[in-house]
C-alpha cells in the first residue's frame, strides 16, 4: 500500500495526509511504519456504525451516544457505555468490547481539526458514508441476492460490469467489441 501510494501520489513528499479508518489496530501500525508524520482520523462512519449495533434497541440512548460525538464530547462515551451496561441497556460482552474500541480510538475522532488551517474545508472528511453507500448500492446488493452464490471469477466479471455501468462506459464498451 505504502508502495502504491508512493508510486502514484508521491506520498513521502506530501505535507499533509489524512488517514481515514475503521480503527483496527493494523492501520494505525502501519500509519506508523510506512505514513510518518501522517494523521490517522477514525472514520465517523464505523465508530455509529457500532453504536447503532448496539443501541438498536434504545433510540433514546443512541441518539445521546451520537450526540456526544456530534458536539465533541467523545472523551465522555467510554463512562456513557459503562453506564448502559450497568444499568442494563446492552449486554456486559457488547459493551466492554465497545468501549475498547473507543478507548483504543479516542484521539483519533476529531482529529481531522489539526488539519483545518493547512487544506481547503472541503477535503475534511470525517467519514465514508458516501462511499460506503456506494459500495452497498453497487457491489452488496446484487451479490446477496437470495439463492445467489458466486465464483471468484464469476464474481470479478460482475464486478466489472457493474463498475462499467456505474462509470458510464457501459455502453462504449460493447460498441468497441
Not at 55 to 61: A, F, T, V
Not at 79 to 106: H, M, P, Q
Not at 146 to 170: H, I, K, P
Amino acid at each position: 500500500m505504502s508502495y502504491l501510494g508512493e508510486e502514484k501520489y508521491s506520498t513521502s513528499c506530501a505535507e499533509n495526509i489524512l488517514l481515514l479508518s475503521d480503527g483496527d489496530k493494523w492501520i494505525k501500525n502501519y500509519r506508523v511504519s510506512y505514513l510518518p508524520g501522517s494523521i490517522h482520523q477514525l472514520d465517523h462512519y464505523h465508530l455509529k456504525k457500532r453504536l447503532r449495533q448496539t443501541y438498536s434497541g434504545n433510540p433514546d440512548l443512541l441518539d445521546k451516544a451520537l450526540n456526544l460525538i456530534h458536539i465533541k464530547k467523545e472523551h465522555k462515551l467510554p463512562e456513557f457505555v459503562r453506564l448502559s451496561k450497568i444499568n442494563g441497556a446492552i449486554e456486559e460482552t457488547v459493551a466492554d468490547e465497545l468501549t475498547s474500541y473507543i478507548e483504543a480510538n479516542i484521539d483519533d475522532i476529531w482529529v481531522i481539526d489539526k488539519l483545518a488551517e493547512k487544506v481547503p474545508k472541503e477535503v475534511l472528511v470525517v467519514g465514508s458514508e458516501a462511499i460506503e453507500k456506494n459500495i452497498d448500492t453497487n457491489i452488496a446488493r446484487r451479490f446477496k441476492g437470495r439463492g445467489m452464490s458466486w465464483s471468484c471469477q464469476g464474481a470479478r466479471n460482475l464486478m466489472a460490469f457493474r463498475l462499467m455501468y456505474a462509470n458510464g462506459e457501459f455502453d462504449s464498451y460493447f460498441e468497441a467489441i
